[in-house]
């Protein structure tokens, strides 16, 4: 962990994954209103109150006002989870949150390697090939009957970690705590953007524009640069497909992302093959009040979403779920400086966008419902042999084959399971089916406070 003391600043603790933090299986799923009973967030390991934050309020302090640090709408843990809240800690990766090490690691889309609870990289080529599969004939979506998007549950802390899931790599292996800046001191930011496993494979995947944002940050009065961004704890495969045990009889979710904050920016990196580009300057008081909101977010946007799903690909499409990920967190953080007064420059920035296209939704039940001792046997049976082909550790010969089990679900018979907030919905698939964009979202508008003096 970063060691170096910074005279001007103190830190604050932010809720992200303990240290040796290899294992977030999120599965369980209670009622519509409460988060899965055998979740999984992050180890109680030792060290991890160093992760994002310390200065603003210790952790234990905070931990006793956990229901004034929820925000409106949020969702308590089932009682099974509530005595402990080990994955609350502010340890990312287990050495805090930044170190003056090389960050060469953007994991947005790393699958874990062989073992229990890893899923192998195979499901990003399975994307890139249902993405570039032809045209076929659509279908057509019946009238909404229920708002839309269906809205991403927040909790009010992160439950225990489930030991079957596991990581090919660390997550936040070199965490640092946000440093409490001076209200004078004068704050750059950065966009930055990468192909993701650029770390690996350099710029393939940026030839498809699959890509991994993060954001910068540089005190001008002491030279110190930070990097700050939000991804799975687990890989990108554990976060999209499920495990199928055989001792269970419910699909096993390994699915949960948080915010990761160190010390340094690679520029190397962020440049060679993607993006380093200044945005905005703020001022440290703003930097400080932008850490405690990321505390609050951190700590109740649990689980990572990797599907946008939409009606179709034109304008004015309805949309039904919205994914969160990597790039909606760098959106909020913008949106919340642009909140706090900061003043954006004209910049054309782009995120990558991963669509699923269906008519509208059926929503199917939970974990209990479906697949308890009472639940609807055949749609069980239904809903597991689709994720069946999405199994890690495939041979080519079996991988092939669930290609071809993929494309008969998906494209021929247009189906689609979606598990989101913990529930299970279906997908009446329809053309183009999936497609992977690079789009423009503008950067915000600083928000103004006009006063009217009556007369």
Known sequence: MWTGSNPRSSTEEISTPGPEARSAGITGQGRREEAPRRAGALRDLPGRRRALGGGHGTFSRRARRLGRLTRSGSHAPPPALRGRRGARSTQAGGRGLGVARKHREPRMAQAGAAGPGRLGRWPLTLLLWLAATPGWSR??????????????????????????????????????????????????????????????????????????????????????????????????????????????????????????????????????????????????????????????????????????????????????????????????????????????????????????????????????????????????LAMKRFYYPFKPHLSTREFLLSLLQIFDSVIMHRQFYLFYNFEYWFLPMKFPFVKITYEEIPLPNRHRTFWFIKP
């Open 139 to 380: 279908a057509s979506g019946g009238p909404s009957r229920r708002p839309w998007p269906v809205p991403y549950k927040r909790f009010s802390f992160r439950p225990e970690p489930d030991p079957y899931c596991q990581a090919q790599y660390t997550f936040c292996p070199t965490g640092s705590p946000i440093p409490v800046m001076k209200n004078d001191d004068v704050i750059e930011v950065f966009r930055l953007q990468t192909p993701v496993w650029e770390f690996k494979y350099g710029d393939l995947l940026g030839h498809f524009k699959i890509m991994h944002d993060a954001i910068g940050f540089r005190n001008t009065l002491t030279g110190k640069n930070y990097t700050m961004e939000w991804y799975e704890l687990f890989q990108l495969g554990n976060c999209t497909f499920p495990h199928l045990r055989p001792e269970m009889d419910a699909p096993f979710w390994c699915n949960q992302g948080a915010a990761c904050f160190f010390e340094g920016i690679d520029d190397i990196h962020w440049k060679e093959n993607g993006t380093l580009v200044l945005v905005a300057t703020i001022s440290g008081n703003t930097f400080n009040k932008m850490a405690k909101w990321v505390k609050q977010d951190n700590e109740t946007g649990i689980y990572y979403e990797t599907w946008t799903v939409q009606s179709s690909p034109g304008k004015g499409a309805e949309t039904w779920f919205e994914s969160f990920d990597c790039s909606k967190f760098v959106l909020r953080t913008y949106e919340k400086l642009a909140e706090l007064g900061a003043e954006f420059k004209k910049t054309e920035t782009n995120y990558t966008r991963i669509f699923l296209y269906s008519g509208e939704p059926t929503y199917l039940g939970n974990e209990t419902s479906i697949f308890g001792p009472t639940g609807n046997k055949t749609l069980a």
